[in-house]
Structure formats: structure tokens, C-alpha cells
């Protein structure tokens, strides 16, 4: 049986049949090739990514970074990085443009991220946003969900730049994000080519959650800290619909298999990681339009009187932009995103000093 014939049994495809849809959570471009047989319509990259796929397939990728550097000369490690970023979305976005030409440039989408390092500063997260939109026609941009990440945001948009808005945990940086890409709509010259994306993060709350109960000892059934990120992701489901934003909401960062399976809508996409796309298309699960249904009204509460940063996640004023940024699981993943960005150069480095 053919790789396309399985993919058609499985829970992807299903998803698929339902009108929801999803990327693969990596530009790695024999996963993405997978995943695009599963049925994904598009997917993610970012500095960490393309680290990550360097180092899984060094036989193939360091000979790619050795030739940038010989050809490039006088390039310094990020020059040469950047490169190797751009070449690596060049690959997954043809993987991904007969998805795109399918559905009318609807779908078919990578996400490229900004240099992380830029996330205070809007106006060189325009300008390198327009450079990473150079690499293809379907390419949307990754931008952080902070203050300046929202200036970005909104400047890009009226630009005709596609948008993903990131580094997102949140109801009100995700309403924040919508209202952002629906001022740059409005001055957009062809507002109707332009599909942006609102990224929520539902694991990396949770992580969040679980690493205060831990400092602070709360007392809380470890079941409800499952259910923190889907219940603000089906609320800021509701209230982008109940808005009509034109921004499509994507949930990202999974750590269980319910992130998947109780939040499946029309309205919506999910982000998957490779590995777990594969478990989830195998699993035993009464799949089915999940979107709307609540969250086990007891769990709510013990979020809600436990956690003053659930509260602020999950209340559509919760918080205000320019406490985005130091909101816990926005440092936790800046952090991140930055040193996983450092370790990429270091890894060109490495092939330039030898």
C-alpha cells in the first residue's frame, strides 16, 4: 500500500474531512513532505528549527553551510546563517506550493521568524520581515507577540505581508495580535490576498502554571493544569468569531494529546510537531468537532482561584501590550527562542574557524 493510501486512514486526513486543518510544526523537509501527504497546509520554522534540522541530518545540511561560507567569503556567522535559513524555507516552501496553488493561496504557508533578538525593536522587525518575505511567495512572517512585535504586526500588514504573531499565550495578546492585523488590513491595497495567523502556545501556559505551583506548593489537581491552554485557546476561539477577525487562530506548543483532540474546528489550525502528529494519527480517539465544547466547568475555577497568571491569560483584558513581553511564559520563550538562535551561529561558526 502506497504512503498516500495509509495517510488516507488515518486521524490527519480525518481532521482534515472535518474542515480543520494543520501544519507540520517544522520546516525539516522530509518530515514536511510527510506531513503534506497527511494532509498539513502548512508549516513552521524558526532559528531553533532550522538548528534543530542542521544537527538531525549533518551528513546532508553542514556540506549546505560549508558551501554558503565558500561561496560567501566575507560573510560573518549571521550573514551565513540567515542564509541557511533562507535556503532551508526555500526547500519547504516548494514542498508546500502545490498546497498553495491548490487552495488559491489560502493555505500552503510557511512561517519564517524574525531574528529573535529584535523583538523590542518594530522597525528592524519590519525590515527583516520584508527581507525574509523574499525567500517565496508563500512565506508569512513570525513576529512576537509584544508591544513592538504588535507595531511590527500592524506596519507588515498594510504592506501585504501575511503575519503569524508569536511568542502568544494568552486571550488578550491574541485579541491584541487580531486588532493589530485588522488596523493593517483596513490600509491594506489588497486586504483580501493577505491570511494571517495568531499564534496561541497552549503548552508553554502550562509549563508556565506548573513550574508556580511548583515555587509557590498549590495544592491543584494536576488534571485541571492539562486543561489551562485549551481553555484559553477555545475562548479566544470564541471571541474571534464573535468578532469576525479576519486573523485565523493557530494553536501551537503541544504537550498531550487532548491540545489536539479538543480543539478541532473549522475556524482554527493547529501547528503539530512532527512526532506527535504521527502518535495522534494512530490514536483511539472519538475524533470530532471539539472546538466549542467547554472545559469541565471544575477545572476552570481551580485555575482561575489558584493562578492570578491564569487569570491574566484568560480574561480578554488581563493584561495590557506592554506587559506582554514580561509576561512569565514570554521571557521563559524569548530565552529560548534567542539561545537557540546563538547556538545555530555557533554552529557556523564552528565551520568557519577551522
Not at 553551510?65 to 567569503?73: S, Y
Not at 512572517?141 to 503575519?163: D, F, H, M, N, S
Not at 472545559?295 to 482561575?304: I, N
Not at 512569565?328 to 565551520?351: K, W
Amino acid at each position: 500500500m502506497s504512503q498516500t493510501m495509509v495517510a488516507a486512514v488515518g486521524n490527519m486526513h480525518r481532521m482534515g474531512a472535518l474542515g480543520a486543518h494543520w501544519w507540520n510544526d517544522s520546516c525539516d523537509p522530509e518530515e514536511l513532505a510527510d506531513a503534506v501527504a497527511h494532509g498539513a497546509v502548512g508549516a513552521t520554522s524558526n532559528p531553533v528549527i532550522v538548528g534543530n534540522v542542521v544537527k538531525g541530518d549533518p551528513d546532508r545540511w553542514l556540506p549546505e553551510v560549508d558551501a554558503l561560507i565558500a561561496d560567501n567569503p566575507t560573510d560573518t556567522e549571521v550573514e551565513v546563517a540567515w542564509k541557511m535559513i533562507a535556503r532551508i524555507g526555500r526547500i519547504a516552501a516548494g514542498i508546500l506550493k502545490p498546497v498553495h496553488e491548490r487552495m488559491d493561496g489560502t493555505a500552503g504557508y510557511l512561517s519564517l521568524q524574525v531574528n529573535p533578538t529584535l523583538y523590542p525593536d518594530a522597525k528592524r522587525m519590519v525590515e527583516h520581515g520584508v527581507s525574509l518575505r523574499s525567500v517565496a511567495d508563500n512565506v508569512a512572517i513570525k513576529i512576537p507577540c509584544t508591544a513592538a512585535g504588535l507595531v511590527a504586526v500592524e506596519e507588515l500588514t498594510r504592506r501585504g505581508v501575511p503575519v503569524n504573531v508569536t511568542v502568544s499565550f494568552s486571550v488578550p495578546q491574541a485579541v491584541a495580535a487580531a486588532e493589530a492585523i485588522e488596523r493593517g488590513l483596513r490600509e491594506a491595497r489588497d486586504p483580501d490576498s493577505i491570511h494571517p495567523y495568531v499564534t496561541i502556545m497552549r503548552g508553554r501556559i502550562d509549563d508556565h502554571l506548573k513550574r508556580v505551583r511548583d515555587v509557590e506548593g498549590i495544592d491543584i489537581d494536576p488534571d485541571a493544569l492539562e486543561w489551562a491552554g485549551i481553555a484559553i485557546f477555545k475562548r479566544a476561539a470564541e471571541i474571534f468569531e464573535q468578532a469576525g477577525y479576519r486573523g485565523t487562530l493557530l494553536g501551537a506548543a503541544f504537550r498531550n494529546i487532548m491540545q489536539w483532540s479538543a480543539t478541532i474546528g473549522p475556524n482554527v489550525l493547529q501547528t503539530i510537531p512532527y512526532e506527535n502528529w504521527k502518535e495522534f494519527d494512530a490514536a483511539e480517539v472519538d475524533l470530532g468537532p471539539s472546538l466549542h465544547e467547554p472545559v469541565d466547568a471544575s477545572y476552570l475555577e481551580a485555575l482561575q482561584t489558584n493562578f492570578k497568571d491564569f487569570r491574566r491569560a484568560y480574561e480578554p483584558d488581563g493584561m495590557a501590550p506592554d506587559e506582554f513581553a514580561g509576561f512569565g511564559p514570554s521571557i521563559h520563550t524569548l530565552n529560548q527562542f534567542i539561545d537557540g538562535y546563538y547556538e545555530l551561529l555557533a554552529i557556523v561558526r564552528g565551520r568557519m574557524l577551522v
